[in-house]
């Protein structure tokens, strides 16, 4: 029934795009409600059924270099073209406020957290084979072709960075990639 999550820990979740993490980062959040999501911001299209302020903010580039210029990003990285950040005060606020928090981020903000915040949990999520990420991704439907040819070749440096983490979390089976993810995030679920 009660869950525990860890009050005031950051906890960043990185891994190649399409590997699940929005999957699983969704489903947490569904079972553990106390837990906070960092919306980030971003200079990427919105895909069809995102929404402003939902999955993204979503701006033009000036506005985000502006966002930077002011040291209103905790951390922000280019990913396949685009530039992507993490707001600087709502994350402070809720750590402060003593909730725990996640950042689904790429690797070079990953690194970027790792020095600002030392204490934070790092874990990346790995796909099983490299053939299935590219079905995954393939799958999800969303990225253009060439978008896709840049996450593949992306994908190939982040895994070369898995052993940079705290832990690492294979996704196999959903099910139990979800239940090993609370186990390493030390939200087991009671009763
Ligand atoms: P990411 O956020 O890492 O880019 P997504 O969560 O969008 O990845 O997942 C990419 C695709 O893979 C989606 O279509 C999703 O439904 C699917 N997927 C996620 N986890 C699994 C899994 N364990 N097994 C099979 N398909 C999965
Ligand atoms: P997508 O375009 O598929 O939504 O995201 C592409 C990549 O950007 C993913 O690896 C995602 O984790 C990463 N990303 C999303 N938001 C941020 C952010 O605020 N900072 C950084 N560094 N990466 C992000």
């Not at 302020?53 to 580039?61: H, S, T």
């Not at 790995?126 to 590219?134: C, G, V």
């Not at 294979?170 to 679920?189: F, I, P, Q, R, Y």
Request: proline share 7%; hydrophobic share 40%; net charge negative.
């Amino acid at each position: 029934m009660s869950s525990t999550p860890s009050p005031g820990r950051l906890t960043v979740i990185t891994g190649p795009s399409g590997v699940g993490k929005g999957t699983l980062v969704n489903l947490l959040l569904e079972r553990h409600p106390a837990m906070w999501l960092s919306v980030s911001a971003t200079t990427r299209a919105p895909r069809p059924g995102e929404e402003e302020g939902v999955q993204y903010f979503f701006m033009e580039r000036p506005a985000f270099e502006q966002l930077v210029g002011r040291g209103g990003l905790l951390e922000w990285a280019e990913f396949a073209g685009n530039l992507y950040g993490t707001p600087r005060q709502p994350v402070e606020a809720q750590l402060a406020a003593g909730h725990p928090v996640l950042l689904e981020i790429e690797l070079e903000g990953a690194r970027q957290v790792r020095q600002s915040f030392p204490g934070a949990f790092q874990l990346f999520v790995a796909p099983p084979s490299f053939a299935e990420l590219e079905r995954r991704i393939r799958g999800r439907g969303t990225d253009s072709e060439e978008a896709i040819q840049r996450r593949l070749a992306r994908a190939r440096v982040e895994l070369e960075a898995a052993t940079e983490f705290d832990a690492v979390l294979v996704n196999s089976d959903l099910e139990t990639a979800l239940l090993k993810l609370e186990e390493l995030m030390g939200l087991a679920v009671a009763g």
